[in-house]
Nanobody, 125 residues
Framework: QVQLEESGGDSVQAGGSLRLSCKVS???????VGWFRQAAGKEREAIAA????????TYPDSVKGRFSISRDNSKSTVYLQLNSMKPDDTATYYC???????????????????WGQGTQVTVSS
């Protein structure tokens, strides 16, 4: 079982930046670590994923160029850098891990079997 703990959520002004962290505690390295967000009244949305074995990353078009996912293996931590933030980025951000997440299905929450508790990000205009 993988344990995940997010941190770094905060309230920022539009145009600002944040870096979220996801501490990964696991006997085995997960096949994929993803970041999702969920705004009030909306469905959970995948916003980034990284495949630790080869370092490949992927993003939806909605955040490409503004958000960046990375990892520090020495700290067992996956980061999500949020830049040029907008009020629409306001949500609870979750990291998730899955043992075998296909490249074509990384955006489906069903592919992930471990989730963190979430960290709140609020962007004001």
């Amino acid at each position: 079982q993988v344990q995940l703990e997010e941190s770094g959520g905060d309230s920022v002004q539009a145009g600002g930046s944040l870096r979220l962290s996801c501490k990964v505690s696991s006997k085995y390295e997960p096949g994929c670590v993803g970041w999702f967000r969920q705004a009030a009244g909306k469905e959970r949305e995948a916003i980034a994923a990284i495949y630790p074995t080869d370092g490949n990353t992927t993003y939806p078009d909605s955040v490409k160029g503004r958000f960046s996912i990375s990892r520090d293996n020495s700290k067992s931590t996956v980061y999500l850098q949020l830049n040029s933030m907008k009020p629409d980025d306001t949500a609870t951000y979750y990291c998730a891990a899955g043992p075998r997440v296909g490249w074509q299905r990384w955006q489906s929450p069903l592919e992930y079997d471990s989730w963190g508790q979430g960290t709140q990000v609020t962007v004001s205009s």
